[in-house]
């Protein structure tokens, strides 16, 4: 009764948060005939451990298919977050096709580094704790924020505006990505676990979940906590469907665009991140050119759509 009563609640919100205008459904499919290039660091990664990108697809293909539990809890949880599973799937097979393996060693090595790390494990840059850091006066705009996901998506917002390549008071900033800067403590790949989360992500994400599937709320002061929630599956999973759930909806809200009929673009989202400022920026094009233009996968999202009969039949 309780899960049925949270779906109700997300699903009146959902539709509350339609905008005025008319929202165009997204067709399904790739708007580009060839798959985009692959990064070349992905490519470097997969040359490194004597594997393929086919390979690495067929062993995340078997892991899902051979794991009743896991598909379970992946059903379980896309309806406790009024998605279709699919979108689950698709950001789990990117990951692992692209990023790491279906069961990285190096995965193990840097959960046994967070776990011998203690209170010295923290997100900080050059000696700063992020919580200092965001008390700086140029995030003062962000304060009222309540909710997670627009307090941290403001800050990140800062932090692109502001010291994103830039020197502040006397302090040089690196010309990265804020999740790069303050929340990669071991410096070699900054996701983790089945949904690979980024920790950022995970702050960001961390009321919904917290609201939805009653998981204790993540604070940036306790890095321990962070990558122990993000590296649990069940857990996991739910940041990863919350994930999808906030780039639906930012789509929709923003851009107008209802995204949820097409799997290659939420696992494009959850890739590249920053769904917010997308949806802004192609809200942007659109009234400028004042045509129609949807908005396109990239190569992870395009893996996706290409292979979307298979992996619909793993449900």
Same mark, same amino acid.
């Given at each position: 009764?309780?899960?049925?009563?949270?779906?109700?609640?997300?699903?009146?919100?959902?539709?509350?948060?339609?905008?005025?205008?008319?929202?165009?459904?997204?067709?399904?499919?790739?708007?580009? !005939?060839?798959?985009?290039?692959?990064? +070349? =660091?992905? /490519?470097?990664?997969?040359?490194?451990?004597?594997?393929?990108? $086919? #390979?690495?697809?067929?062993?995340?293909?078997?892991?899902?298919?051979?794991?009743?539990?896991?598909?379970?809890?992946?059903?379980?949880?896309?309806?406790?977050?009024? !998605?279709?599973?699919?979108?689950?799937? +698709? =950001?789990? /097979?990117?990951?692992?096709?692209?990023?790491?393996?279906?069961? $990285? #060693?190096?995965?193990?090595?840097?959960?046994?580094?967070?776990?011998?790390?203690?209170?010295?494990?923290?997100?900080?840059?050059?000696?700063?704790?992020?919580?200092?850091?965001?008390?700086?006066?140029?995030?003062?705009?962000?304060?009222?924020?309540?909710?997670?996901?627009?307090?941290?998506?403001? #800050?990140?917002?800062?932090?692109?505006?502001?010291?994103?390549?830039?020197?502040?008071?006397?302090?040089?900033?690196?010309?990265?990505?804020?999740?790069?800067?303050?929340?990669?403590?071991?410096?070699?790949?900054?996701?983790?676990?089945?949904?690979?989360?980024?920790?950022?992500?995970?702050?960001?994400?961390?009321?919904?979940?917290?609201?939805?599937?009653?998981?204790?709320?993540?604070?940036?002061?306790?890095?321990?906590?962070?990558?122990?929630?993000?590296?649990?599956?069940?857990?996991?999973?739910?940041?990863?469907?919350?994930?999808?759930?906030?780039?639906?909806?930012?789509?929709?809200?923003?851009?107008?665009?209802?995204?949820?009929?097409?799997?290659?673009?939420?696992?494009?989202?959850?890739?590249?991140?920053?769904?917010?400022?997308?949806?802004?920026?192609?809200?942007?094009?659109?009234?400028?050119?004042?045509?129609?233009?949807?908005?396109?996968?990239?190569?992870?999202?395009?893996?996706?759509?290409?292979?979307?009969?298979?992996?619909?039949?793993?449900?």
């Amino acid at each position: 009764m309780r899960r049925l009563l949270t779906c109700l609640l997300i699903a009146i919100a959902a539709l509350t948060s339609v905008p005025a205008y008319a929202v165009e459904v997204v067709p399904p499919g790739n708007r580009n !005939i060839e798959q985009p290039a692959v990064p +070349g =660091a992905s /490519v470097r990664r997969t040359k490194g451990t004597k594997s393929t990108f $086919d #390979r690495k697809y067929e062993k995340v293909y078997e892991l899902l298919s051979t794991d009743r539990e896991l598909m379970g809890t992946i059903r379980k949880t896309a309806a406790t977050y009024s !998605i279709d599973p699919i979108h689950i799937i +698709g =950001a789990i /097979v990117g990951e692992h096709t692209y990023n790491v393996d279906a069961y $990285d #060693r190096l995965q193990s090595y840097y959960v046994k580094a967070a776990s011998y790390a203690g209170e010295s494990f923290r997100f900080a840059y050059e000696g700063e704790d992020v919580d200092t850091f965001v008390d700086r006066p140029q995030f003062a705009e962000c304060n009222g924020k309540r909710d997670s996901y627009l307090l941290w998506s403001c #800050r990140e917002d800062v932090w692109e505006r502001d010291f994103r390549g830039k020197a502040v008071d006397g302090k040089s900033f690196p010309n990265n990505r804020f999740s790069a800067v303050f929340f990669q403590p071991f410096y070699a790949g900054q996701t983790f676990g089945l949904g690979q989360v980024n920790p950022l992500t995970a702050l960001m994400l961390s009321d919904l979940v917290s609201r939805v599937s009653g998981y204790p709320r993540l604070n940036e002061k306790d890095a321990g906590a962070v990558y122990r929630a993000i590296m649990e599956p069940d857990i996991s999973l739910a940041f990863v469907a919350a994930s999808i759930r906030e780039s639906i909806e930012d789509y929709k809200q923003i851009a107008g665009m209802d995204i949820s009929k097409n799997p290659g673009l939420t696992a494009t989202l959850y890739n590249v991140g920053n769904s917010r400022q997308r949806a802004l920026a192609l809200a942007a094009k659109n009234r400028a050119s004042g045509a129609l233009v949807w908005p396109e996968e990239n190569y992870y999202g395009w893996l996706i759509n290409d292979k979307l009969d298979e992996l619909e039949g793993l449900l």
